[in-house]
């Protein structure tokens, strides 16, 4: 296993959580319209999780050897989801941008897999468990997103 290439992918992975922290935690502050309630309850919950996923990739990039980026400018120019300011509070939008955030993520984790398996046990292990948080948050917010198309179809009739 090439340990720079790994610490670039993590590195990657680390500023990629710290956004979407803040993309969930300003998300859960502004969130306006229907069921604003279940969805601020979800996003803030999805904050806690990415911040502690930060936390998992940190730990194991200083495991192997490397730094957590140190600036959070570098961020922007690590980052492979980027991030989406949550501009329109109204919570169709949030939804809309976190699902796209998580699907990114996914599509992130499932390739750090790839290139850990059989190669890098301990990485492999986190990278897998963090993928699980990743897909059951696209799947919460997939509900919530249904849920509230089914309400607006109701209050349209
Ligand atoms: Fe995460
Ligand atoms: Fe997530």
Redesign the pocket.
């Known amino acids: 296993m090439d340990i720079d290439k790994l610490l670039e992918m993590l590195n990657k992975a680390f500023a990629d959580?710290w956004l979407?922290y803040y993309q969930y935690w300003l998300g859960a502050k502004v969130a306006k319209g229907p069921m604003k309630d279940a969805v601020i309850a979800e996003l803030a919950q999805h904050a806690g999780?990415?911040l502690r996923?930060a936390d998992m990739v940190a730990m194991r990039i200083i495991q192997i050897g490397g730094i957590p980026v140190t600036t959070p400018k570098k961020w922007f120019e690590l980052s492979h989801c980027g991030y989406a300011a949550p501009e329109d509070p109204q919570v169709e939008a949030l939804l809309k941008q976190n699902i796209k955030g998580e699907q990114c993520?996914i599509g992130v984790y499932k390739s750090i897999l790839d290139a850990t398996a059989q190669k890098d046990p301990v990485t492999y292990n986190m990278v897998l468990q963090?993928l699980q948080?990743?897909v059951q948050h696209e799947e919460d917010l997939q509900s919530l997103q249904e849920d509230l198309t089914g309400i607006i179809k109701h209050t349209r009739k």
């Open positions: 959580e979407a999780d990415e996923h993520a963090i948080d990743e």
